[in-house]
């Protein structure tokens, strides 16, 4: 059973930094695509960060230079670092992956930037 859990939300101030944490289970940890994925409220939901299998990364316009994806084979975590923190980045954050020809989310972490 694939399970997705993620951590490290919470409320912090404009500038400010977190980071995010999806731990795996029931994926193999090289054959998997992960992905960060933000929804605020009455938005739609959008792709913020993501990793393949192979390392390669990509980033959303809106976050470039602020936030790093990373991964953590020995852990079986992804993670993604969020610097410099704007009230617009208010959200919940989800973790996607994509293993095996399937996707799987985890429920979410809410992140609150206070201006």
């Known amino acids: 059973q694939v399970q997705l859990v993620e951590s490290g939300g919470g409320l912090v101030q404009a500038g400010g930094s977190l980071r995010l944490s999806c731990a795996a289970s029931?994926?193999?940890?090289?054959?998997?695509?992960v992905a960060w994925y933000r929804q605020a409220p009455g938005k739609q939901r959008e792709l913020v960060a993501a990793?393949?299998?192979?390392?390669?990364?990509n980033y959303a316009d809106a976050v470039k230079g602020r936030f790093t994806i990373s991964r953590d084979k020995a852990k079986y975590t992804w993670y993604l670092q969020m610097n410099s923190l704007k009230p617009e980045d208010t959200a919940a954050y989800y973790c996607n992956a994509h293993s095996g020809g399937q996707d799987y989310w985890g429920q979410g972490t809410q992140v609150t930037v206070s201006s």
């Open positions: 990793i393949s299998s192979s390392g390669n990364t």
């Open positions: 029931g994926i193999w940890f090289s054959d998997s695509a």
